[in-house]
Every structure is written in C-alpha cells, then in structure tokens.
Antibody
C-alpha cells in the first residue's frame, strides 16, 4: 500500500538547521510529485512548494525561498526538506504529500519541528 | 497575493446536510483550479476527500460530494455523522502554485 513515512520530531535552537525526510513506498517514487505543507500550532495548512521527483526541480511558494530547500534521493525513494537559520516562528508540523495530475492523495504523518532556545 | 476563503465555522445536526464553500480572490472557481478537499482531525494528518472538484477517492464516504456552486468550490455532506466533526480545507491551483483556504471548523451538534 502507498505510504509516506516521515522522520521523527526535532527540537532545535534558533539559528540551527533541520532536515526532514519523507520516505515513500508502495508506488513508483518518480511518478508522483512531492508537495510540502506547513502547519503552525493551532493554525491552518500552508503550501510550501513542491519538487518534481523525475527531474529534481523544486518550486517554492512565496515566503519559502532562501532558507528552505527541497531535495531527493531517488535511490531510496525519499524526499527531504531542509530548513536553515531556524527561527522560533518555524515551529510547526511539516507534512509531505504526493501528487499526480492535481490529485493530492496521500500524506505523511507529519514531523513536528520545535525551535526554542 | 491570492486568498482562498472558507467559512471559519459551521454547525450541523447529526443526519443533516451542510455545504462548505471555497472562494478565490481572483474570481470564480472553475475546474481549472482543480479543487481538492481535505478533512483534518486533531493530531492527525489531513485526509484527502475530493480532487478535481468532484472526484472522490476510493475511501471517501458516499455522503461527501464535491461540486462547483455559484462561482465557488463546494463540499456537501449529506446525512452528517458525529465522526464528521473536523476541520475541512480546500486547496486551489494557480498556474504552478497551490493555495489552501483557511479551513472550516465543522461542529456536529
């Protein structure tokens, strides 16, 4: 069955970096795009961007350029979200979700990133 | 900046029918916005319900339906169950970018 399994919770200090992984199984990884979504505590969903798993080309939403990097390791069917120079306002649950032809049909379980001194 | 607007909250009685809507600041929502709908319960990941405005996933209960209504995307729940109490999000596509609505908190009382 299709699964997206994300890495575990992270506690980081301001200024540090974090890398969240999203491991796919049950389907051909390069046939589906991976989207990244942020949900701050008590807030709604926010689309961060997506990465083309076939070409590796990332697209970032407004507000997610510069410190945010999407990457892949297709040999292990895994997508990554790296956030650098962490700020307290980056505290959120980060989700990956697969998409094909404008159908977002499977989500990871989410990764809580807490940024606190 | 594109804004997608949903009702902040709605209340429905068990067994009743309710329609949630999703409006775009750019004008009427059409099939070209590929509306997706998701259900999220506390502490859980969003669960996909509808894609392409009206297409259901294999796991989507029959009581959920999607449509385009009066220039908006709409999600209708017919015969609401207590377990339908949740936050519902729509998602619209704008030339290479997706934008979420702010979510509708649905109470079943």
């Amino acid at each position: 069955q299709v699964q997206l399994v994300q890495s575990g919770s992270e506690l980081k200090k301001p200024g540090a970096s974090v890398k969240v992984s999203c491991k796919a199984s049950g389907y051909t990884f390069t046939s589906y795009a991976v989207n990244w979504v942020r949900q701050a505590p008590g807030q709604g969903l926010e689309w961060m961007g997506w990465i083309n798993t076939y070409t590796g080309n990332p697209t970032y939403a407004q507000g997610f350029t510069g410190r945010f990097v999407f990457s892949l390791d297709t040999s292990v069917s895994t997508a990554y979200l790296q956030i650098s120079s962490l700020k307290t306002e980056d505290t959120a649950v980060y989700y990956c979700a697969r998409e094909q032809s404008a159908d977002i049909d499977s989500w990871g379980q989410g990764t809580l990133v807490t940024v606190s001194s | 900046q594109t804004v997608v607007t949903q009702e902040p909250s709605l209340t429905v009685s068990p067994g009743g029918t309710v329609t949630l809507t999703c409006a775009s600041s750019t004008g009427a929502v059409t099939n070209g916005y590929y509306p997706n709908w998701f259900q999220q319960k506390p502490g859980q990941a969003p669960r996909p319900l509808i894609f392409g405005a009206s297409n259901k996933h294999s796991w989507t209960p029959a009581r959920f339906s999607g449509s385009l209504l009066g220039g908006k995307a709409a999600l209708t729940l017919s015969g609401v169950q207590p377990e339908d109490e949740a936050e519902y999000y729509c998602l619209l596509y704008y030339s290479g970018a997706w934008v979420f609505g702010g979510g509708t908190k649905l109470a079943v009382l």
